[in-house]
């Protein structure tokens, strides 16, 4: 059950010392009474805004854009892009994801679903590589960082974008989305 709301209040059970958490809850959240007084895993993060469908709309045309003007895939472009100013994935206790394949750098460079950067080859003529989130998975923050990357990138290969100015009202739109 995914819900979003806003921390209360933080107190003390008198008989078992532990804390107790209260929230404010947006949603309605149905069964819930059926969880009363059972064991539950519960995950709590800050809400952010996810990043609009423009941003990521302007982010796949910049990447067409260089990848035309630097004769490549549009996957090994976006892959690129995305090792470079994008997210890596991390594990539940904040580890970086790791995979070792026998697919070689050439391979996964063109990998249109995995974006993943090399770290280095292993012993047993294996890959290491660190594994980066799809910008589809991007909160409005994330996907700022990623198009600022992508921005400056067009602009090392003298490609047009939007001046600092639009780009600023863009992403007011994309914020009020």
């Known amino acids: 059950m995914d819900l979003t709301g806003r921390l209360c209040e ?9 804390p107790m958490v209260k929230f404010l809850i947006n949603e309605e959240p149905n069964g819930i009474e059926d969880l009363e007084y059972k064991d539950l895993k519960i995950k709590i993060s800050k809400a952010t805004k996810p990043r609009s469908l423009d941003a ?12 035309e ?17 994008g997210q890596i994935e991390y594990l539940d206790e904040g ?14 460079e ?3 679903n995995a974006h993943l950067k090399f770290v280095r080859a292993t012993d047993d003529g294996a890959y290491m590589y660190i594994v980066y989130r799809g910008s589809h998975t991007y909160d ?12 400056a990138e067009c602009k090392d290969q003298g490609i047009e974008t939007a001046t600092p100015d639009e780009l600023r009202k863009m992403e007011e739109l994309w914020i009020k989305h």
């Open 110 to 112: 063109e990998l249109e």
């Open 10 to 18: 933080v107190s003390r059970d008198y008989i078992t010392k532990k």
């Open 95 to 108: 580890v970086p994801l790791c995979c070792k394949i026998n697919a070689p750098i050439r391979y996964v």
């Open 140 to 151: 409005s923050r994330e996907m700022h960082i990623l198009l600022e990357g992508t921005i």
């Open 56 to 67: 990521n709309a302007y982010f796949h045309v910049l990447c067409n854009k260089l990848r």
């Open 69 to 85: 003007k630097l004769n490549m895939s549009m996957s090994h472009m976006k892959n690129i892009l995305i090792t470079s100013y």
